[in-house]
């Protein structure tokens, strides 16, 4: 296929540097098993819409209603993608021109609030996002956050903290999902909290979006206002986002995406959007969204026999948080020896972590792209195996240790090619055993 691997002797003849680093980024793709549970592989149709000539396209404002001429294949891919993403996610209005999750969430202050006023969302070390009002962003710096929790018992979100913050202070916003919750949310208990004080319910389902899709987690429609997604997590599209709600709101999320936040969407991306929400529609979807979350569980379990502390005692869905305090080594070491060892995660805050977010205590690591590469839940007691040997290894400072694990995560890793790769991964399984 001309978009796999070595699409990129074009490449290589303009730009020699770039098309050997890309050329990198596929060979460790391809060596690595990505556990980072907001990564994913994009399909070669969705990478192939990415890279095509709507990047050379300028559309400022909506479909029939913009500021350039030549629209005809611009509005239609944009009116493509939203239908596809009203009708999967069963929404009145969808708004596919967000060029992040981050501004999705901007846009969603512009439209309903005034610098100052209050909004709440979970607090970040305790499994939020920084655009739910954490400080350092500006969501926390220029409206007035409230920050709930999960209870230290349980790991769980505190509804109860939930509730009486929200009586306490009158949000006018209130924000449920976050980066690190590795458990079902519960929609219905935050639209009742919501309703009870006359805020808005907005759901941030950046993460489980393709589960909710795939329909192994509870839907928010129905129950949150707005919902705020990315599309490049375990829905498996391009980098970019979208905003759902009723049509009640849809005016004023359109005017703070454009032109309040915005200038031109990058059709490119709608168009990968588009082609990733059609694949999210196909049956096959459906058991790719069960193999995460069986996946998830089996890794949970075979961590927890080894030892391990796992947030909340383990997994409703594709992410796993361990807090590594017990295991007497914190999570960036770990996380660095992972990756040297072939399995990529990331260092992050446990909740109630005493250690700075630079140096945290915990690892989160996800199944979305082993799901992908179709690494089943009978993979996972070995993967738990390498990631309880490299977090002993490290321990004990033994590096050797993480370069012999490393050969066999190669070999296992090329086993199951990432999407569009497949021959270049039994090349390289060639190349090592000869
Ligand atoms: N960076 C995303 C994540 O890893 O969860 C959130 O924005």
């Given at each position: 296929m001309s978009d796999t691997p070595h699409e990129s002797p074009f490449l290589a003849s303009v730009d020699p540097e770039i098309s050997a680093l890309i050329e990198a980024e596929e060979l460790r793709e391809a060596e690595k098993l990505r556990m980072i549970p907001s990564e994913n592989y994009a399909s070669p149709a969705?990478?192939?819409?990415?890279?095509?000539?709507?990047?050379?396209?300028?559309?400022?404002?909506?479909?029939?209603?913009?500021?350039?001429?030549?629209?005809?294949?611009?509005?239609?891919?944009?009116?493509?993608?939203?239908?596809?993403?009203?009708?999967?996610?069963?929404?009145?209005?969808?708004?596919?021109?967000?060029?992040?999750?981050?501004?999705?969430?901007?846009?969603?202050?512009?439209?309903?609030?005034?610098?100052?006023?209050?909004?709440?969302?979970?607090?970040?070390?305790?499994?939020?996002?920084?655009?739910?009002?954490?400080?350092?962003?500006?969501?926390?710096?220029?409206?007035?956050?409230?920050?709930?929790?999960?209870?230290?018992?349980?790991?769980?979100?505190?509804?109860?903290?939930?509730?009486?913050?929200?009586?306490?202070?009158?949000?006018?916003?209130?924000?449920?999902?976050?980066?690190?919750?590795?458990?079902?949310?519960?929609?219905?208990?935050?639209?009742?909290?919501?309703?009870?004080?006359?805020?808005?319910?907005?759901?941030?389902?950046?993460?489980?979006?393709?589960?909710?899709?795939?329909?192994?987690?509870?839907?928010?429609?129905?129950?949150?206002?707005?919902?705020?997604?990315?599309?490049?997590?375990?829905?498996?599209?391009?980098?970019?986002?979208?905003?759902?709600?009723?049509?009640?709101?849809?005016?004023?999320?359109?005017?703070?995406?454009?032109?309040?936040?915005?200038?031109?969407?990058?059709?490119?991306?709608?168009?990968?959007?588009?082609?990733?929400?059609?694949?999210?529609?196909?049956?096959?979807?459906?058991?790719?969204?069960?193999?995460?979350?069986?996946?998830?569980?089996?890794l949970a379990e075979s961590l927890i026999e080894r030892g391990f502390d796992l947030v909340s005692g383990g997994t409703d869905n594709h992410l796993i948080l361990i807090d590594l305090t017990s295991k007497g080594v914190p999570g960036k070491p770990v996380a660095k020896a992972l990756d040297r060892a072939g399995i990529v995660v990331n260092y992050n805050t446990v909740p109630f972590d005493p250690r700075k977010p630079f140096d945290p205590s915990g690892i989160r690591l996800g199944t979305p792209a082993l799901a992908t590469r179709g690494i089943g839940p009978e993979e996972m007691p070995r993967i738990a195996g390498w990631i309880d040997e490299v977090t002993e290894a490290t321990r004990r400072g033994d590096e050797d240790t993480l370069d012999r694990i490393r050969g066999e995560v190669r070999e296992f890793a090329l086993e199951f090619p990432p999407p569009g790769f497949a021959e270049e991964c039994s090349r390289l399984a060639l190349e090592r055993s000869t």
């Open positions: 969705v990478r192939k819409a990415t890279g095509s000539v709507l990047t050379n396209k300028y559309s400022e404002g909506y479909p029939g209603r913009r500021y350039y001429e030549g629209q005809q294949i611009a509005d239609r891919v944009e009116e493509v993608a939203a239908e596809r993403a009203r009708d999967l996610f069963g929404v009145e209005h969808a708004n596919v021109q967000p060029y992040s999750g981050s501004t999705a969430n901007l846009a969603i202050y512009l439209a309903f609030l005034n610098p100052g006023d209050t909004v709440m969302g979970m607090s970040l070390p305790m499994g939020g996002h920084l655009t739910h009002g954490w400080g350092v962003s500006v969501t926390g710096k220029w409206f007035n956050a409230v920050r709930y929790g999960v209870k230290p018992e349980t790991g769980r979100v505190d509804l109860d903290e939930v509730r009486a913050l929200a009586k306490e202070h009158r949000p006018r916003i209130i924000f449920c999902g976050g980066t690190a919750i590795p458990r079902i949310i519960d929609f219905a208990a935050f639209a009742e909290i919501a309703e009870e004080v006359d805020a808005l319910l907005v759901a941030d389902v950046a993460h489980i979006s393709g589960l909710i899709v795939g329909g192994v987690h509870p839907s928010p429609a129905g129950y949150a206002s707005v919902i705020s997604t990315t599309t490049h997590k375990t829905l498996r599209g391009p980098r970019g986002a979208m905003l759902l709600s009723d049509v009640e709101y849809a005016g004023a999320l359109d005017r703070a995406v454009f032109p309040g936040l915005q200038g031109g969407p990058h059709d490119n991306t709608t168009a990968a959007i588009a082609v990733a929400l059609h694949e999210a529609s196909q049956p096959d979807f459906k058991d790719y969204a069960r193999r995460i979350v069986a996946d998830a569980k089996v």
